[in-house]
């Protein structure tokens, strides 16, 4: 009933730039806070950057001046401003949406590649 499809993953250079979108459909009411997650290989799924509906953001350490989180409410999509890459960034990235239902749920995409190696 609701779909989040996630786009612009790739291979990049490091200091390199990717931008990603995810763009949520399906029968929505109205959303509330939308992140990005990555997952590197052997790892635990981890927090990159939420952002509520009214545009307040928050980033992990680690992606702090180099990653940028942006959305369009009318859109339905949040973005993933991706900047001086680096080797460690590589991971599959997901995004996440709190939908409203009877209660909130999240919802989650189904991941984009992205690979920064020389």
């Known amino acids: 009933q609701v779909q989040l499809v996630e786009s612009g993953g790739g291979l990049v250079q490091p200091g390199g730039s990717l931008r990603l979108s995810c763009v949520v459909s399906?029968?929505?009411?109205?959303?509330?806070?939308m992140g990005w997650y990555r997952q590197a290989p052997g790892k635990q799924r981890d927090l990159v950057a939420v952002?509520?509906?009214?545009?307040?953001?928050n980033y992990a350490d680690s992606v702090k001046g180099r990653l940028t989180i942006s959305r369009d409410n009318a859109k339905n999509t949040v973005y993933l401003q991706m900047n001086s890459l680096r080797p460690e960034d590589t991971a599959v990235y997901y995004c996440r949406a709190q939908i409203r239902r009877i209660v909130w749920i999240d919802y989650w995409g189904q991941g984009t590649q992205v690979t920064v190696s020389s």
């Open positions: 399906g029968r929505i009411t109205s959303i509330n806070d």
């Open positions: 952002i509520t509906s009214g545009g307040s953001a």
